[in-house]
């Protein structure tokens, strides 16, 4: 199931003869995987569709981390069965964590799915490519100001809830020449800034020659022509080094907006999660960031109701998030991922105690993220304008905080001062600062 396979159905799809629909769920890296594979097809002359019923070339790019999004897109290659009968001459393909494990049941997937033309495992956009006939006519490529790219594939951690090592497989970096000569194309075609994507970034490296840390990384793509701003998710907390913290402080073009997933405050629960650091350890790292790198700000990642969480376990993770102070917190209420070792736990906790615990995290985040944005009101930041919606041109700092401004001129892929004008806990309002000649 991990190689690219073709049927004998239907006539060969030529490049730049058609119409294609990308289908993406879950994480950023699958978007950002989705995103250059439309860049790839509109490079060889096809055309984006509205509707996976209007193109010649239809790809579901899967998630499975959680039970939910492995029915969606189970239910989502069932519905597509009908196209397929009506229009043989469509191609299918499905790409992500879908591919390479099956899921539980008698039959494989080609064999539940047989009017599949192409299996492709994640990040494996390539080889669909290979599959098309004759390279046609170039297109010109979209250029959204900030964009992805993935650094690494894969996972070691083996966290208990989680599914991505069974799924993604170990972890796999990708040689920094590769990754630059990326950025450059993105560069060349509008981008501005650039996060740099991994399962746990700060594993970056491992396994290739002389073994190059994302610090390293970050030190060598710094001067790319055209790119503004770095970004980089995700991290884990025990692998995040002194060394990237001071590449943070010393490398301007690096944001200081630091992902930092805690998933507990409470050691028993971080223990029975296997997460491998412990909320002392937490807070001495966050110190250590903020003593290095003034101003940064910290986003987290929490589940609530892990198996046999107590009520003065979850107050252990109130207290931390309080005492941290965070610009953003992705909340999750647990549910069971077969597969995972968690999913042999009894899942205790209630659904109406995990939505109560949900909400009391997000009155903290809003109570936090109020404040933060408030010390902004009436001062001068920088602010990267990516598109233009309801009237307004959006943007973001450097501690990628969102705001918005109200201006007639094209504002798109400008790096400007503005003058925060109101703030809330989720944006901020702004206008130009003066003499920008815009």
Known sequence: MCQAHSSDSGLPLRSGSGRYYVWTVGCQMNFADSRRLSELLEGRGYREAATADEADLVVLNTCVVRQSAEERVLGRLSALKGLKEQRPEVRLAVMGCLVGVEPEGPLSLGERFPYVDFWLPP???ERLLDHLDAIGPAATLPSPVSRYVT???GCNNFCSY????YRRGREQSRPPTDIRREMEDLAAHGAREITLLGQNVDSYGRGLLGEPTLADLLHQVHDVDGIERLRFLTNHPKDLSDGLIRAVASLRKVCEHIELPLQSGSNEVLRRMNRRYTREQYLDLVERIRAEIPGVSLATDVIVGYPGETHEQF?????LLDQVGYTAIHIACYSPREGTAAARLPDDVPEAVKDERRRAVEEVLER???ALNRAFLGQRVEVLFEERTRGKW???TRTNRLVFVDNNTDL????LPVEITWTGPWSMQARLAENEGV
Do not use: D, E
Not at 162 to 165: F, L, T
């Open 123 to 125: 990040s494996a956009h």
């Open 151 to 153: 650094i690494m594939t």
């Open 162 to 165: 989680c599914i991505v090592p």
């Open 315 to 319: 107050l252990q993770t109130l207290t």
């Open 368 to 370: 936090h993220s109020a």
């Open 394 to 396: 959006r943007g973001r």
């Open 412 to 415: 798109r892929g400008r790096l």
